[in-house]
């Protein structure tokens, strides 16, 4: 099956930078923990997250919150077309086995219309 633009955004986070999420707090937490089910996404958000889940803090690591808003930024328009998605469209995609980076999460199923 084809890769999504998520299963590509979420491999190169994680491949290239080592953000796959992580243990900090005893329970395993990834960016997709805080993805909403609905509604805009932007990719400044999605960095928030990504931080977020590898246990970085908002308000005393600002600066790092900053750089790599500045970084991710281009790669989330890379993959997902656009600085801001909807987030329906972050996704896994059903056939993808790359578990070394979401060793917990399954494809997203769209829901069809009328179900």
Known sequence: MKKTGFDRLACEVCAKYGFCGSGHTGTFVHVTDF???????TAEQFTDWLLIADGYDPES?????????AIFRPIFIKHMGA??????????SPGNSDGFFHPR??????????T
């Open 35 to 41: 993805l909403p089910e609905s509604g805009p996404v």
């Open 61 to 69: 690591q600002a600066e790092v919150f900053e750089k790599f808003r």
């Open 105 to 114: 999460r399954r494809a997203r199923r769209r829901s069809r219309p009328g």
């Open 83 to 92: 600085d801001c998605v909807e987030a329906g469209l972050l996704y896994y």
